[in-house]
């Protein structure tokens, strides 16, 4: 496990597998967080948790907890580069499949010389599902699962301007198939050259694809488009055997009292797991659909957004100065000032310097700190406004609202 320096103490990543805790885990992840660290827990844009303001001399029980909790690495080494995001509601099969993937990454000692950074993307082709983070590698399923489209170095293509998708391979071959990309990126990556994109702006995909094999007859198709407002309130499972509940804690941050209450409503209505999501948020898989309600009362009880339209799931907001030292403004409690006064159907993100750490993808509108409580507002990447307040941000974005 990686834990690093962040200004309010150590910084721990869980890696969960397909974002998925189940609610034995969870309760564990709870207890190590109050009695290793700060109790704050954070669910990033991967899909994994972050665990807040761990002390210098509970690095050691942290690991151990982790390991108990069965959320350790298969291999020695292999920690970092289990970074393979899942679609949140991928169902069995295809959560079966990942973790081949997953185990054979691990089990190959070659394999670790990833970068951590180095990401891949598999989806069953499931309606809820991140198609704008960009991968080195992606795969989604096609003809019903018997094959696999894949990319490199982008996002899946799901609209007509996207790049189209390099070719196909079938279900059986998926595994064997991703491990001799990842030896040829390996192969070909310099010692500068860490990320897919760097690789092929080099030597052009078709160098890279001349060793694999695969078929390429399949570049006309699409992904179906994904609904992010899925990932909150009660739908039908894909199978149609059960609903879900999903919920968003405001602006990616739970406590670990929160974290407990979630395992014991999943165990109580659920399927005993939790399902963390790209988004930040959470679903709970397996709920009867008499059931959902309830749930959605206790999410609500316990201060998490179920409803799309609910502010705070339109806004997110990096660590910002009370855990990063890089950050010009406390740009989460910001994001809670900004919160009421947000107008509908506008999606913000705040930024405590220019790295935009919560973002994944450009967002419709991102505030960056300047100073305390103070931003530019950009907007499709131009500056469009200078050192405001979060009320003259909020007056800003609501003229911008009524002139659209
Ligand atoms: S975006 Fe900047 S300020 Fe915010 S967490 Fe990342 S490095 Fe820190």
Same mark, same amino acid.
């Given at each position: 496990?990686?834990?690093? !320096? $962040?200004? =309010? #103490? +150590? ?7 397909? %974002? ?6 969870? /309760? *564990? ?110 795969? !989604? $399923?096609? =003809? #019903? +699962? ?7 170095? %982008? ?6 301007? /996207? *790049? ?241």
């Amino acid at each position: 496990m990686r834990i690093v !320096s $962040a200004r =309010d #103490g +150590g910084l721990a990543r869980l890696r969960l597998i397909g %974002g998925e805790l189940s609610a034995h885990a969870a /309760h *564990a992840v709870a207890r190590a967080a109050v009695r290793c660290g700060s109790g704050v827990i954070d669910v990033t844009n991967r899909a994994n948790l972050q665990l807040r303001g761990i002390r210098d001399d509970a690095h050691a029980d942290l690991i151990d907890s982790a390991l108990n909790a069965g959320l350790g690495p298969q291999a020695e080494g292999g920690d970092d580069i289990r970074n393979v995001m899942l679609s949140p509601l991928a169902n069995h099969a295809t959560r079966t499949l990942a973790a081949g993937i997953i185990a054979a990454m691990q089990n190959d000692a070659a394999l670790h010389a990833l970068s951590p950074k180095f990401s891949l993307q598999f989806d069953g082709g499931e309606s809820l599902a991140m198609l704008d983070h960009t991968h080195d590698v992606w795969l !989604s $399923a096609l =003809d #019903g +699962g018997a094959r696999f489209a894949f990319g490199l170095a %982008g996002s899946m293509p799901h609209r007509v301007e /996207h *790049a189209p998708a390099l070719g196909s391979v079938a279900r059986d071959d998926v595994v064997r198939f991703v491990i001799a990309v990842l030896h040829a990126f390996l192969a070909e990556a310099t010692q500068q050259e860490h990320r897919m994109r760097e690789v092929l702006a080099r030597i052009g995909v078709a160098r890279f694809l001349a060793a694999l094999s695969f078929d390429a007859a399949c570049t006309t198709w699409r992904r179906a488009p994904s609904d992010a407002s899925l990932r909150l309130g009660a739908h039908e499972m894909p199978e149609h055997d059960a609903w879900y509940v999903g919920a968003q804690p405001p602006l990616g941050r739970l406590d670990a009292a929160t974290l407990d209450a979630l395992a014991d409503l999943t165990s109580s209505h659920g399927q005993g797991r939790l399902i963390f999501t790209p988004w930040q948020s959470v679903v709970l898989p397996g709920v009867a659909m008499q059931d959902t309600q309830y749930v959605i009362s206790r999410l609500d009880a316990l201060g998490l957004v179920t409803d799309p339209r609910h502010p705070l799931a339109r806004l997110i907001a990096c660590t910002g100065s009370a855990g990063c030292a890089k950050s010009h403004a406390d740009t989460k409690a910001d994001a809670h000032r900004l919160a009421p006064l947000l107008p509908p159907d506008t999606h913000v993100h705040l930024s405590g310097c220019d790295r935009s750490c919560a973002a994944a993808h450009p967002f419709e509108v991102t505030l960056f700190a300047v100073g305390t409580g103070r931003y530019d507002v950009h907007q499709q990447a131009q500056c469009v406004a200078h050192d405001l307040s979060i009320e003259e941000a909020a007056a800003w974005l609501a003229r911008s609202h009524a002139d659209a």
